[in-house]
């Protein structure tokens, strides 16, 4: 039914097929009427989808598309009487030349006339807005549809670059910089933009596809600074954004020679890079990572990635994966951006902290890594420090542990000061001594719930506490009781001081067994014991009632 009443959206209809008496009776009566209410509907822009294959006899119907109906744009001839006027009589009969032509070679012939007509010493520069309006309206068909060919080659790029508008630029490339007809002819092309602004990555696009204006890239910073924004980087992102919103095929292709060309305008800020992202599909991606690793693209540099990717947080996933597999493609170490860590909550940046994560993996852990890592909030939800932590250890055990060993001496040896809400609310989060601990006693819960290949990974932890002992056994006078009983697990050797006399307990960590303890042959009535039994723990904790830690 849908495709007997809407035909101009639809599919041709199937071939003929045999029909019972009845449903050809009910048939006729629906054309008939259908043959009435037709003469409403104009089929000459009907667009139809291709043929599809008949489905199998079994009764299943054949399955179509819809299309929508293209509207005619009726385009009615240029206009251009109010600036005529505007113009000597030799430059307004070479404008009407152009108007009354259509054939693209001949408006070629007659602009290059117009062109030098320009450079003439006599000319008249009043008339350049007027001038500017006329070509304008003429060639505005010619900043419509994509600019870059379906197949690039050498021929089809000079091919596309064969228009009138382009004579301006071949001519302000074969012109030099001190040439007083340059910056006639600079002022002229500044005045076309103010009227039609695409006329910006017009000039980006001939600069890079033809042969003739082969290293002259630098050009378009002359044009910048002739037009009325007089900032290269202010036109160069409107002239990118309106590629962006026209051809997006033409940006990636722009792309390379506009990071190169103009490192200072794009790299020092993520602005480009979110026009990019935010519009290019999968395989565009991968072409772009290509031209990257092979050379010929460089998107980030070391001192101003971190920012970029910090900005990179707001935007959609997307763009925001896109981001990161574009700089996984450069060269960068991962050391120049894991302070990104700190800006990163585990509930509203899953995709940054996943990429951080698979990157992670494939790292030795160094000082600068274990701190930021370690720098991460803890919370029962977020599972990114305990992971990749559990991954070291196993991997790394003396590495990681040299690492932790050295936070946690730094740590102790800080003065610990209590922050306001307000003044630690304005300021990153601090890396804490409790925070370590709580971190490792996480690390230590994940491993005992191990079950595949439990002993090693039990024997790797417990190795990692050996080689923590030291400095774990120097800090603890500082900690509070509280601390120590949350803990206290992590402790393989647990000083108690009573005079002179000092004793040594140790213990297994995972409760995998228990070592002598060495008791003190002195005990006096306020003492007091402590005796813990459980899966996972055992140790013995004597506390002074006339000393506190």
């Known amino acids: ?33 259908l043959d009435k209410e037709e003469s409403c509907y104009d089929n000459t822009e009907a667009t139809f989808s291709d043929d599809e294959e008949e489905v199998n006899n079994k009764g299943k119907k054949r399955e179509f598309r819809f299309h929508p109906i293209k509207e005619a744009v009726m385009e009615e001839p240029a206009d251009i009487t109010p600036w005529l006027d505007q113009l000597d009589d030799t430059m307004k009969e070479k404008v009407q030349q152009i108007q009354k032509t259509s054939d693209t070679e001949t408006q070629c012939e007659v602009m290059q006339e117009i062109v030098d007509l320009i450079l003439e010493e006599d000319f008249d520069t009043e008339q350049m807005s007027a001038l500017a309006s006329c070509l304008a309206e003429l060639f505005k068909d010619h900043f419509r549809g994509e600019v870059l060919p379906e ?38 092309l500044a005045e076309l933009y103010q009227k039609q602004p695409k006329i910006g990555y017009h000039l980006l696009y001939y600069l890079k596809a033809s042969k003739a204006a082969n290293g002259k890239m630098m050009l378009y910073e002359s044009f910048a600074q002739a037009t009325a924004l007089g900032d290269l980087h202010t036109c160069l992102m409107m002239d990118m954004k309106a590629c962006q919103e026209d051809d997006v095929r033409l940006l990636c292709y722009l792309t390379p020679s506009i990071y190169s060309e103009f490192p200072d305008e794009t790299l020092r800020s993520g602005e480009l890079l979110n026009m990019i992202v935010a519009v290019i599909d999968s395989t565009q991606l991968q072409e772009l990572m290509c031209h990257v ?3 010929n693209l460089v998107m980030f540099r ?17 763009e925001q994966y896109s981001t990161w597999q574009l700089f996984l493609a450069h060269s960068i170490p991962l050391e120049t951006i894991i302070p990104i860590l700190q800006h990163l909550k585990y509930k509203e940046h899953p995709e940054a902290l996943s990429c951080l994560l698979l990157q992670l993996r494939r790292e030795k852990p160094s000082e600068e890594m274990v701190k930021m890592v370690l720098s991460r909030p803890c919370h029962p939800e977020d599972q990114f420090t305990t992971s990749i932590l559990r991954h070291w250890a196993t991997k790394y055990d003396d590495t990681l542990a040299e690492n932790i060993k050295a936070q946690l001496i730094k740590n102790n040896n800080q003065p610990r000061k209590r922050q306001s809400l307000r003044s630690s609310s304005s300021k990153l989060a601090q890396l804490t001594l409790e925070q370590i601990l709580e971190h490792m006693d996480n690390l230590r819960l994940s491993l005992s719930n191990t079950k595949n290949n439990c002993q090693y990974i039990h024997t790797q932890f417990s190795i990692l506490l050996h080689i923590l002992g030291e400095a774990i056994s120097e800090m603890l006078p500082t900690l509070t009781p509280c601390d ?66």
């Not at 070391?302 to 997307?318: A, C, G, M, P, R």
Request: net charge negative.
């Open 484 to 549: 120590e009983l949350t803990f206290n697990v992590l402790f393989p050797w647990r000083p108690a001081v009573k005079g002179h006399c000092v004793r040594l307990i140790s213990y297994n960590a995972l409760g995998e067994g228990v070592t002598q303890t060495d008791f003190n042959s002195r005990h006096d009535d306020d003492d007091f014991f402590f005796l813990f039994w459980g899966d996972r723990l055992y140790f013995f904790w004597r506390i002074l009632t006339s000393c506190c830690f």
């Open 1 to 33: 039914m849908l495709r007997e009443r809407f035909p101009e959206f639809c599919s041709p209809p199937s071939p003929p097929t045999e029909v019972k008496m009845e449903e050809s009776v009910s048939m006729e009566m629906d054309n008939h009427v």
């Open 293 to 295: 690793m092979m050379g």
């Open 151 to 188: 197949e690039i080659t050498e021929e089809s790029l000079e091919e596309s670059v064969c228009k009138p508008v382009c004579l301006i630029f071949r001519n302000l490339v074969t012109m030099q910089e001190d040439n007083s007809g340059f910056s006639v002819l600079l002022d002229m």
């Open 302 to 318: 070391k001192d101003s990635v971190l920012n970029i990717l910090i900005q990179s947080l707001e935007w959609e996933t997307f």
